[in-house]
């Protein structure tokens, strides 16, 4: 069955770096988008970025433009959220998500499949 499992997280100073992971099973990941979200508490899931695979095409939060790049290995069937300048606004539970269409959205209710999470925290 469909499976995303999200790694990569943990605690690290404001201006840190931090590459996440979304490991894919179950689909090959050549053929379909993943979107990266995050939710911080008390905040509504927000989106991050996604990858379409129809052309490769990126998209960003305005929040992260510039600090972010999304990448994917379809070889590895993963997906890869590199993250630098952190911020301590950055803090949240990050989840990667798919809904086996080739084109991405920054829309999370167009995502039927999502993994566990894995947290962030950006603090000194």
């Known amino acids: 069955q469909v499976q995303l499992v999200e790694s990569g997280g943990g605690l690290v100073q404001p201006g840190g770096s931090l590459r996440l992971s979304c490991a894919a099973s179950?689909?090959?990941?050549?053929?379909?988008?993943i979107g990266w979200f995050r939710q911080a508490p008390g905040k509504e899931r927000e989106g991050v970025s996604c990858?379409?695979?129809?052309?490769?095409?990126?998209y960003y939060a305005d929040s992260v433009k510039g600090r972010f790049t999304i990448s994917r290995d379809n070889a590895k069937n993963t997906v890869y959220l590199q993250m630098n300048s952190l911020k301590p606004e950055d803090t949240a539970v990050y989840y990667c998500?798919?809904?086996?269409?080739?084109?991405?959205?920054?829309?999370?209710?167009?995502?039927?499949?999502w993994g566990q999470g894995t947290q962030v925290t950006v603090s000194s």
């Open positions: 998500a798919t809904d086996l269409d080739p084109i991405a959205t920054m829309n999370e209710e167009g995502y039927d499949y």
């Open positions: 179950g689909f090959t990941l050549d053929y379909y988008a």
């Open positions: 990858i379409s695979s129809s052309d490769g095409s990126t």
